[in-house]
């Protein structure tokens, strides 16, 4: 399974089209004989694990470098910004790593051009949003809390349509997830006591299968 391109004709394919066909009715030089090239063959599909795969690494590696490099350098420091949960209504504060992670993935979830979408999800969410919204989800999540180092695949159809799904864990990398989440008040009776690289979630990757 996987996705394809179109693909064009080259230009001198199309010179060739427009020469056979001057041949045929009015001559395309004296004595002259036209060929027509051969298109280029179809460039490979990406299959849709490795599609995932990619599109995966990117996020971590952009939510990695925000959360290590800029909220909790932003924290360590007597800086006159810090980062907050409710920075919308606060002055000199910028968003939590998981809200600029939210963030993102609304802004691709509005692009009919995407091509994919992608959640945060956690067994034990401090934002109900986050939480496994379906059966799928509920046993990608199981299975990445227990198997921290594989990723989970399989298929889903959701509104008729079917999809592609990829779960990835979401580990505590940077000392401000952790922290903020051991301390935030929504916390439930079960919550873990998170520290580094633990799972504290996974990362939902859907890529429709057309």
Known sequence: MTFSRKTTLSAFALSGVFCLVAATFMGCGSGATASVSTPPPSEPGIPYQKFADAVHAVMMADRTVYASKVVTRLKKQDAPVEPSEYWEDEDHTIPLPAQMFRMGSELVFENPEAGFTYALKSKWPLNEQNRPKSEFEVKALDYIAEHPDENFYGEEELGGDKYFVAAYADKAVAEACWSCH??????????????????????????PMQ
């Open 182 to 207: 051991n301390d935030h008040g929504n916390r439930e009776d079960d919550y873990p006591e998170f520290k580094k690289d633990d799972v504290m979630g996974g990362v939902i990757v859907r890529v």
